[in-house]
């Protein structure tokens, strides 16, 4: 499925298919889409933002376009699930799609005045309230371009691991959904050694005001982890500078806590896949679980599992640079063998170091390196078109690293499968999303407010170093 074509293809749930699911064309999302795009040029960079927005005035068909732009991400987000915790083979991904994948496109759809209610829409054009509730359409009426972080993709994604059906049946399997203020409260030795010392530092300090808080409290049955409050991260901020941890601000202080929060969780789930330690209502203190002890089997597959997580993001990051590379030559032999834009060749690298440095705008390095007109200097320097390249050459080499590790693993015959194959290829596209190009599209598309901190603005900027230090 190519780029556009994601908004008239929707996955959608099969009985009958051995993958659980079908992909289908909406003709009359693509006949939209298309006289929608013939009529609004702008439409490539802002196409969510106006399918949205016509959606929300009671479009059904730009909302069609966008439920079947965001029945992909729902289904790699139940593929990734699976893939993390199914590790016996207890269920797969077709057991989470009935929850979540339950759009066929065949219903015209708008929202009521408040925004929420799903009306359905007859052949005669009269509405009428929807009696089942498409998880597709609720994605999209708590989806706010204007002040999300997240861009659809991501809040799909999150959207979908945060369904209530789904979590209840992982629940069935014992795989506990905690906050992040319950993992840090219940974090162990094992865990914290696996921090860079600052972070050991943050989870030090939430315990000692924190945890020692709930235990006092724990006689008034306090029961779920609520956010940590505006005295207690005073107090926390204090006792961080005592350990030469300086932190500005309140805010500050719980963002850190919370990206220690996500380090934890992942490191659950690569680990163990289920909670390492247990609570004990006597002490009012976690203890680790006596099961995962019982032999050293336990903490080889860790260890194995933990080896193959450091192997595919080294080959990620390593992926990544040959990709920027590879992708930045293609661009300079592209160029140089147009006559049109030859003499601006050699100004490309040069305009990558002004966008990605300097956080130039096209405008502004149109001037600086006399592209002549905007549009010469995008269709020359074209960031967005450079970062989808990258991304393709990026998942496609970390796709053949992969498969290359199952053959010395003696999974030649499983690396063959169809199906583990294309499985594996949705899984990590997912995975360079969430660790590098979700990132990179979001700073991109924040216009004069970027900051351009992501891992891959980062490479670019060393790769632009690297090309003119090997310049004569």
Known sequence: MNGLSRYWQIYHLSLVSNRGYEVSEIATAREFYEELANREPQIQTEVIA???????????????CLRC???SPILRACQ????????????SYRDLLPFVLDDDGQRNIVLAKDGKTQLLINCEGNSQTSQYKFFSIEILTTYKTSNSSLNLDNWTFLQTKQHPEIKKYLAEFGFQNFSDWSLLNRVGVKQIAQLAPEDRHLVEVFHAVYRRDRRQRKAKKVGKCPNPTEIQLTEMQALLRDHNCIYPNLKAVFSALKKVA?????????????PLEVYEPDT???????????????NAIAAEEQELLDFIRQSLDLALDSAISQTGTNRLEKLNKSKKYRPFAAKFIEGLQLYYCQKMSLREITDRLEFGSWDRARR???????????????????LNTILEKSRDLGLSE????????????????AFADETIFSAATAEMKAGKNRELKSLYAQKIRLYCQQYSNNQP
């Open 50 to 64: 106006i399918l949205l927005a016509q959606f929300k005035a009671n479009s059904p068909q730009a909302g069609l």
């Open 69 to 71: 732009y965001i029945s």
């Open 80 to 91: 990734k699930l699976a893939a993390l915790f199914s590790s016996n083979y207890n269920f």
């Open 262 to 274: 996500n380090l934890i969780r992942q490191y659950d789930i690569w680990s163990y896949r289920e």
């Open 284 to 298: 009012g203190n976690y203890t680790p679980r006596q099961d995962l002890y019982a032999n050293d089997s336990n």
């Open 380 to 398: 020359i320097l074209n960031p967005g078109d450079f970062l989808n390249a990258v991304r393709a050459n990026t998942i496609q080499q970390l």
């Open 414 to 429: 499983v690396a063959v499968n169809p199906d583990y194959l294309q499985n594996l290829s949705i899984q990590i596209e």
